[in-house]
């Protein structure tokens, strides 16, 4: 089974920080996501990525902003952490079109 | 432009009952649709991947439908247990894209 690792389940860091959020993938997927989560707004997508060095703006990315400079990492970054980016962040990956998606265990990130 | 929607919201039943999942989707043309599942503070677990061509994909206690021309996917599960509970959620893709539409979920409570 494919399997999408997220490195930390639970992060807290202070207004201002720069923070990462690293997803790992072990099965050559081209296609990663970073969603994140939030009661009553669903899951959202903040960006997404085709290829190595390849990202493409999801709904919502103001704020963050990505990297992907090996096939099997997507890390997001929250250039100076606000509160209001308290949240589920959620990375998954695909192959192609026609597989589904896996995603990976989640990190609840709490700015304080 | 697509929209999901996944209606109870919230369903409680007893343990034993079969039970079924609905999720409509407004545009016919999707590639594909996926069924995930979400326990609290967690990730998503796929559970089924339905392609258009499809109509039906089965996994164990689990049976997922697909009527395109309907704009309908249901989720059948038989004989639930407690493990069950948890949040159901679908997602469409559509043709030539990337990314998933999704439905609110629906929280799922089986009672002992």
């Known amino acids: 089974d494919v399997k999408v690792t997220q490195s930390s389940r639970y992060l807290v860091k202070r207004t201002g920080e720069k923070v990462f959020l690293e997803c790992v993938q072990d099965m050559d997927h081209e296609n990663m996501f970073w969603y994140r989560q939030d009661p009553g707004l669903g899951l959202r997508l903040i960006y997404f990525s085709y290829d190595v060095k390849m990202k493409e703006k999801g709904d919502i990315p103001e704020g963050y902003s990505v990297s992907r400079e090996k096939k099997e990492r997507f890390s997001l970054i929250l250039e100076s952490a606000s509160t209001n980016q308290t949240s589920m962040y959620l990375c998954?990956?695909?192959?192609?079109?026609?597989?589904?998606?896996?995603f990976g265990s989640g990190t609840r990130l709490t700015v304080v | 432009k697509q929209e999901v929607t996944q209606i109870p919201a919230a369903l409680s039943v007893p343990e034993g009952e079969n039970l079924v999942l609905n999720c409509s989707f407004t545009?016919?043309?999707?590639?594909?649709l996926q069924w995930f599942r979400q326990d609290p503070g967690k990730g998503l677990t796929s559970l089924l991947l339905i392609q258009s061509s499809q109509r039906e994909q089965t996994s164990g206690r689990l049976n997922a439908s697909l009527d395109k021309s309907s704009g309908r996917s249901t989720l059948y599960i038989a004989a639930s247990q407690p493990g069950d509970s948890a949040t159901y959620l679908c997602a469409v893709r559509e043709d030539s894209n990337y990314q998933l539409i999704w439905g609110a979920g629906t929280k799922l409570i089986i009672k002992p």
């Open positions: 998954a990956s695909s192959i192609t079109a026609y597989y589904g998606y896996t």
């Open positions: 545009d016919s043309a999707i590639y594909n």
